[in-house]
């Protein structure tokens, strides 16, 4: 298949679409009649997304039909026959709406019942009333919306501290990010890839401090809209971006014991046609941290051993700053520029003692190796959208054009000094020098449209156009002692070039008849992918073309209840990290590598979902399946060297099944618990390796309402032993506690903050391959208290501060 196969069918689709259009709009009389509405919040006037709305027949009381309020608050129910009803809108932590006496009839079958505003719940203490808030974790239709901005422990935090609380994630020592004991995660940041090009989860998400976040958005079986990417799901990150009248800002402070502090300021000029936004935050983040690795080798049925202990220092600074404006010039259109600018740098320093022994334990070699390293970085992102809606209700055009510029720098210094077998000096030292230079140029131009069809149901279309230049430069220096000069290892020195572009349109077809509600997607894509060694002439190419469909159905049932059934494949492409042939030698006994033979991995994930409200309280479960094909993951040996190389390899099959519940609930009027628990089971089979085993999470996180302006949080963390390929990690415990108390009628507040209570947070791990065994333990600096102030200054509207998702370029909200 070529990219003009790929036009060509968006060409016709567009075609078919179009012509439903007209054909609908032509339709004239309708046998049925319809209700329709806009659902918003009494005191903030912002619309309520995601509301039940159900129609009863006035006569007997019996359900007659239902849906949700989508974008804007706004429902339409159709197919609705003459008579007479009535209509009650429900949300979590707001009271009932019922709207009484609805006559549909053959002459006045359109019926619009204008704004309906519900009302917060209260709850009155003796002396205090508390204000319901928005609900910590909403199930949508395809997605888990995580609401993080009241989450009292993430303060003085980053998105590590964020996600790490998020039913199912759990994140390892480097910050790397897995869903259900999946790796492959695709991170976005507002709906669109991140801007640090190249980098990993670890490292995008400690960039992002807590206080920029307003929601976290878990896609685990994402529509045709998504990028296929990531089979372990999608995880977006919603930033805040207020839209109140006049203007808005906040400014927050915060500081925690050893050498940790950041800052931000926000602020927003709202005039009737343009929208003014900007926002800079710094961090400084030092952290200690120790561990140690032992291997036990069977090389040529001989036994050896390596003995390695490391202690280290953490240095992480950044500097992120986001301005833009959106214009609205009329009912219809609007347009938005941003730019958004990154300066941080991952500093550390390290000392690495290492010894060989024999099978009797003996020392044969030992050595020690400082190192000292600093990676500076620089990104831009330049985002360009519109916005374009019309008469018909829910139908809309959007289109972006993203440009992201990202480089990198890393400067590494080693000293290693040599030791007798007695543990004496032996007066030799080793002075090397790695240096680095990356660049990675992103574009990404898109578009979307929607149009509900009368009769018909609702189409979607669009295509993504997303070009990736990327360069890696590598040298290795050596020192001469004789000399006094640095010799270049011509050997180790590498210049990769990686070049991706892929082509992709979609469409999506959704209806929904009484209570059900479907929708179908069909998304292709053509990929190409070219890299080179520059150095070598050595070059590799894989282009391919695939499909990717998406189902989604939901049943509502009497009672609050509802049915969800999903299906999704969804592939994982290797990115140049995983590519790159260049040899990290930091670790001279541990080295690592990329693999320019891997190829894309695919998955089939099937999911099914019951949730069910009793009152205050929300249950909801599912039990999950996927099956990925060419599973891609970390493969180690041991040469018979004894050093280790490890790199990335495709794994025959990985299997993952399970069950998550989730429950939210006010337990007492000041007390309210979300608890949620994971069981699942993974294996992995091929190059070697059959292993299996069943895990579970569980995550609980407590909120104690002692008055309206003093509270306090107690968050629970457990993690049970995870396999990941050839390795397992071991179990994982963390409580973290924080208290806030607001003055100045909210304006003003003060947090407290501890995490890690009893520093048990730490990674244990073990790594079996053919011919070694290696237990390995890390331990961060975990256990930190943080003191943050805040002011907030929102004018108008009782002080209340709003927050508006920004649209959603990614398809956030189409079903």
């Known amino acids: 298949m070529s990219k003009n196969l790929i036009i060509i069918l968006f060409v016709i689709f567009s075609q078919i679409i179009f012509s439903q259009n007209r054909s609908g709009n032509q339709q004239g009389m309708m046998v049925n009649g319809k209700i329709s509405g806009t659902v918003i919040d009494a005191q903030t006037k912002q619309t309520i997304e995601y509301c039940n709305i159900i129609l009863f027949n006035l006569r007997d009381s019996s359900m007659a039909n239902g849906t949700i309020s989508g974008k804007g608050g706004k429902f339409v129910i159709d197919n609705v026959r003459p008579g007479f009803y009535f209509l009650r809108a429900s949300y979590i932590g707001y009271y009932n709406r019922t709207i009484d006496s609805i006559l549909v009839t053959p002459r006045n079958p359109e019926v619009d019942l204008g704004i309906i505003a519900l009302d917060e719940k209260t709850i009155e203490l003796t002396n205090v009333v508390i204000t319901g808030e928005k609900e910590v974790i909403i199930n949508n239709l395809d997605k888990k919306v995580i609401n993080v901005e009241k989450d009292l422990t993430n303060v003085g935090g980053t998105a590590v501290d964020v996600v790490q609380n998020i039913p199912s994630v759990s994140v390892d020592a480097d910050g790397n990010v897995s869903y259900r004991g999946n790796q492959n995660i695709r991170i976005l940041i507002d709906g669109k890839p991140s801007e640090l090009l190249g980098l990993g989860s670890g490292d995008i998400l400690s960039n992002i401090p807590a206080s920029q976040i307003e929601s976290i958005e878990l896609v685990t079986n994402p529509s045709a809209r998504y990028d296929p990417e990531g089979t372990g799901g999608i995880l977006n990150i919603v930033l805040k971006k207020r839209i109140n009248g006049g203007l808005n800002g906040n400014i927050s402070l915060t500081a925690g014991t050893g050498d940790k502090f950041n800052g931000s300021l926000n602020f927003n000029y709202k005039l009737p046609d343009v929208n003014f936004f900007a926002s800079i ?186 070009l990736k230049n990327f360069n890696s430069k590598n040298d290795y220096l ?113 080295i690592s590598k990329g693999n320019p033979e891997l190829k894309p991995e695919y998955i ?105 302006d003093f509270n306090f949080q107690i968050n629970l963390n457990y993690n049970a032993p995870t396999i990941m390929g050839q390795s397992k990690m071991k179990e994982q415990f963390a409580t973290d506690f924080a208290m806030k108390k607001d003055f100045l009628d909210g304006q003003l507040s003060l947090t407290l903050r501890i995490s890690d209570v009893f520093n048990t947070r730490k990674w244990d791990s073990e790594t079996v391959g053919q011919n070694f065994i290696t237990t390995s333990y890390r331990k961060m600096e975990s256990r930190v208290a943080y003191l943050g102030i805040s002011y907030r200054l929102s004018p108008g509207n009782n002080n209340r501060e709003r927050e508006r998702r920004p649209r959603d370029e990614e398809g956030m909200d189409e079903f």
Request: no cysteine.
């Open 281 to 466: 935050d710094s961090r400084i983040h030092n952290a200690d941290n120790i561990g140690n690795s032992f291997r036990t080798n069977n090389i040529n049925n001989s036994l050896s051993y390596l003995d390695q202990i490391n202690n280290g220092t953490f240095n992480h600074f950044g500097h992120n700053f986001t301005a833009g404006f959106d214009i609205t010039p009329d009912n219809y259109n609007t347009y938005t520029f941003s730019v958004r600018y990154r300066k941080f740098g991952f500093d550390n320093e390290s000392l690495v003692k290492t010894k060989n022994l024999n099978s009797l334990n003996e020392v044969t070699r030992y050595f020690e190796r400082n190192s000292d390293a600093e990676r500076r970085m620089n990104a831009w992102q330049y985002t360009l959208s519109y916005k374009r809606t019309f008469d018909t209700k829910g139908a809309e055009l959007t289109g972006d054009i993203i440009l992201g510029d990202f480089k990198m720098n890393r400067d590494e210094n080693f000293l290693q000094q040599n030791f007798n077998n007695d543990l004496t000096p032996t007066g030799e030292t080793l002075t090397q020098k790695g240096l680095s230079n990356n660049k990675n140029l992103q574009w990404t131009i898109q578009s979307n449209y929607i149009n509900p069809i009368e009769g018909f149901g609702r189409i979607e279309t669009g295509f993504k156009i997303t």
């Open 478 to 590: 050596n020192f001469d002692n004789n000399s006094n000069i640095w010799l270049n290892d011509i050997t180790r020195k590498t210049d990769f070039d990686y070049k991706e572009n892929v082509y992709a349109i979609y469409g999506i077809y959704s209806n929904n008849i009484g209570g059900f509600q479907y929708q179908l997607g069909l998304r292709a894509e053509q990929a190409d992918v070219t890299g080179t060694e520059n150095l070598t002439n050595s070059s590799f190419t894989n282009d391919y073309f695939s499909f990717y469909p998406t189902v989604h159905l939901v049943q509502s049932l009497p009672d609050q209840q509802e049915l969800q059934l999903s299906y999704s494949r969804r592939v994982e492409r290797p990115n140049n990290r995983r590519l790159n042939p260049y040899i990290d030698r930091s670790d001279s006994l541990n």
């Open 604 to 708: 089939n994930a099937l999911e099914f979902g019951y949730s069910k409200l009793f009152g205050k309280t929300a249950i909801t479960s599912s039990i999950f399946y996927r099956n990925t094909n060419d599973a891609i993951t970390n493969f180690t040996v041991v040469n018979d060297d004894g050093i280790t190389e490890t790199t990335w390899r495709n794994l025959a099959k990985n299997l993952s099944y399970g069950l998550e519940l989730t429950l939210s609930s006010p337990l007492v009027d000041w007390f309210r618990t979300n608890t949620s628990f994971t069981y699942f089971k993974n294996e992995f089979e091929g190059l070697g390796i059959s292993n299996s085993d069943y895990s579970w999470m569980a995550k609980m996180n407590n909120t104690f309402m002692l008055s309206k």
